[in-house]
C-alpha cells in the first residue's frame, strides 16, 4: 500500500520526517513529496496555484502502479490538496485521511485571510494562531519551526476549490483531529458551517481524536503515525 503525505502551508516534504519512518516500518511505502514553490525560499510562486499542485499530486497517483492500493493524507491546507485529488481519481484512493483538516467543498479558498507580500505568505507571527494550534508547540519548536519555514505561494491560499466528481463521497475519510474534537465537529455540522459542507454527503467518515496543537508532526510524530497507519488499515 503507498501512502502519499502532502503537508500543509510553510512546510516541505521533509516536515513529515518524525513519521514516515515509523509507516515504512509497518511496511508501507511512503511519499513525502515537496510541491511546487516550497523547495526554497528563493522560489518563484507567482505562477503555483491550487490547480497546479493538485496537479503534481495526480501525477504521483497516476506514477503509482495501478494494482496498488493508496491512502492520501493531507495536513492542514493539505488537506485540500488531497481532496481535489480524490475528485480527479476516486477509482484510485483507497481512503483519504485528513490531520487536523477537513475536505474543502467547491468555491471554497483554503484561507483567503492570510496576510501576503507579492506572490507568498510568509508564516505569520505566533499571536496570529489560536491557542489550540500552539498547543504543544514548545518554544525550541516554534523557533526550529520558523528557521524551515517556506513561504507559502498565495495563489494555493486564496484560489477557490474545483471539484467536479461526485464520485469523490464514496471514498473513505478519516479526520485526524488535534485541536478540535468530534462533540465540537458535530456542532460545526449541525450549525452548517461552509468548511465542513462536503461532511454530510461522505458514505464513510471517522474522527480520531490525538489531542494536541495544530501540528502534530512535531508534537506527536509517534501517535501521528500509529494513527495513519490505523486509518490505512481500516
Same mark, same amino acid.
Given at each position: 500500500?503507498?501512502?502519499?503525505?502532502?503537508?500543509?502551508?510553510?512546510?516541505?516534504?521533509?516536515?513529515?520526517?518524525?513519521?514516515?519512518?515509523?509507516?515504512?516500518?509497518?511496511?508501507?511505502?511512503?511519499?513525502?513529496?515537496?510541491?511546487?514553490?516550497?523547495?526554497?525560499?528563493?522560489?518563484?510562486?507567482?505562477?503555483?496555484?491550487?490547480?497546479?499542485?493538485?496537479?503534481?499530486?495526480?501525477?504521483?497517483?497516476?506514477?503509482?502502479?495501478?494494482?496498488?492500493?493508496?491512502?492520501?493524507?493531507?495536513?492542514?491546507?493539505?488537506?485540500?490538496?488531497?481532496?481535489?485529488?480524490?475528485?480527479?481519481?476516486?477509482?484510485?484512493?483507497?481512503?483519504?485521511?485528513?490531520?487536523?483538516?477537513?475536505?474543502?467543498?467547491?468555491?471554497?479558498?483554503?484561507?483567503?485571510?492570510?496576510?501576503?507580500?507579492?506572490?507568498?505568505?510568509?508564516?505569520?507571527?505566533?499571536?496570529?494562531?489560536?491557542?489550540?494550534?500552539?498547543?504543544?508547540?514548545?518554544?525550541?519548536?516554534?523557533?526550529?519551526?520558523?528557521?524551515?519555514?517556506?513561504?507559502?505561494?498565495?495563489?494555493?491560499?486564496?484560489?477557490?476549490?474545483?471539484?467536479?466528481?461526485?464520485?469523490?463521497?464514496?471514498?473513505?475519510? @478519516?479526520?485526524?483531529?488535534?485541536?478540535?474534537?468530534?462533540?465540537?465537529?458535530?456542532?460545526?455540522?449541525?450549525?452548517?458551517?461552509?468548511?465542513?459542507?462536503?461532511?454530510?454527503?461522505?458514505?464513510?467518515?471517522?474522527?480520531?481524536?490525538?489531542?494536541?496543537?495544530?501540528?502534530?508532526?512535531?508534537?506527536?510524530? @509517534?501517535?501521528?503515525?500509529?494513527?495513519?497507519?490505523?486509518?490505512?488499515?481500516?
Amino acid at each position: 500500500m503507498d501512502l502519499i503525505l502532502i503537508p500543509g502551508f510553510w512546510l516541505n516534504g521533509d516536515s513529515w520526517n518524525d513519521v514516515a519512518p515509523a509507516l515504512r516500518d509497518a511496511g508501507f511505502s511512503v511519499h513525502t513529496p515537496t510541491l511546487g514553490g516550497l523547495h526554497s525560499v528563493d522560489d518563484d510562486r507567482s505562477g503555483v496555484t491550487l490547480a497546479s499542485q493538485v496537479a503534481e499530486v495526480v501525477a504521483l497517483v497516476d506514477a503509482v502502479d495501478a494494482s496498488r492500493e493508496i491512502v492520501l493524507v493531507g495536513h492542514s491546507g493539505g488537506g485540500s490538496i488531497i481532496h481535489a485529488v480524490v475528485d480527479a481519481r476516486p477509482e484510485r484512493i483507497r481512503r483519504a485521511v485528513y490531520v487536523d483538516s477537513w475536505p474543502t467543498a467547491d468555491g471554497v479558498a483554503i484561507n483567503e485571510e492570510l496576510e501576503a507580500v507579492g506572490d507568498e505568505v510568509p508564516l505569520p507571527g505566533w499571536g496570529e494562531f489560536g491557542e489550540a494550534d500552539l498547543r504543544g508547540l514548545t518554544d525550541d519548536l516554534r523557533a526550529w519551526f520558523r528557521g524551515i519555514a517556506i513561504p507559502q505561494p498565495v495563489h494555493v491560499a486564496r484560489d477557490p476549490q474545483r471539484l467536479h466528481d461526485p464520485r469523490r463521497y464514496a471514498v473513505p475519510v @478519516t479526520l485526524v483531529a488535534s485541536t478540535f474534537t468530534r462533540e465540537e465537529l458535530d456542532g460545526y455540522l449541525a450549525a452548517g458551517h461552509p468548511f465542513f459542507a462536503e461532511l454530510p454527503h461522505l458514505a464513510s467518515l471517522t474522527v480520531v481524536e490525538l489531542p494536541t496543537g495544530h501540528w502534530p508532526q512535531f508534537t506527536r510524530p @509517534t501517535d501521528l503515525a500509529a494513527a495513519l497507519a490505523d486509518a490505512a488499515r481500516d
